[in-house]
């Protein structure tokens, strides 16, 4: 267990780093006293540029049993709210006469997750 940690730590240092970085940043703005929703959008965009929720999925999934069960069941919502997002824009655009719009939009939208889940089959596998 301990070379897995080891070796998952090392792989995603930058992610690590990055989330120390945002963590301090957070810290140094509550103490400032500095806008609460600017420093929420500062700190998601600069988590979803530098990949550092990739290294806290990392540092959860060590915990055994538990991460990676975890891991699975908040990211199939993803999902979920992707469909459910591409239904509700299609019956918006259906009633104003986009229905060939509609109709690459969603094949598109099941291209893309029939592209996640082989990456995350392929991902298992490799």
């Known amino acids: 267990m301990f ?6 730590l090392v792989e995603h240092w930058k992610a690590f780093a990055f989330l ?16 609460k929703e600017i420093m929420a959008g500062l700190v998601l965009l600069f988590g ?4 550092a929720f990739a290294g806290l999925v990392a540092l959860v999934a060590l915990v055994p049993f538990i991460g990676p ?14 469909n ?13 006469g986009y229905g060939s719009s509609v ?3 969603r094949v598109l939208t099941i291209v893309l997750l029939v ?3 082989i990456g995350f ?6």
């Open 3 to 8: 070379q897995r940690t080891k070796t998952i």
């Open 20 to 35: 120390i970085l945002a963590g301090g940043f957070v810290y140094i703005g509550l103490i400032l006293e500095w806008d």
């Open 48 to 51: 979803i540029l530098s990949h």
């Open 69 to 82: 069960l975890l891991i699975k069941v908040l990211s199939i919502p993803i999902f979920w709210l992707l």
């Open 84 to 96: 459910a997002g591409g239904y509700f824009v299609s019956i918006i655009f259906v009633k104003k």
């Open 103 to 105: 109709v690459k939009s």
């Open 115 to 117: 592209g996640v889940v």
């Open 121 to 126: 089959i392929l991902g298992k596998i490799i």
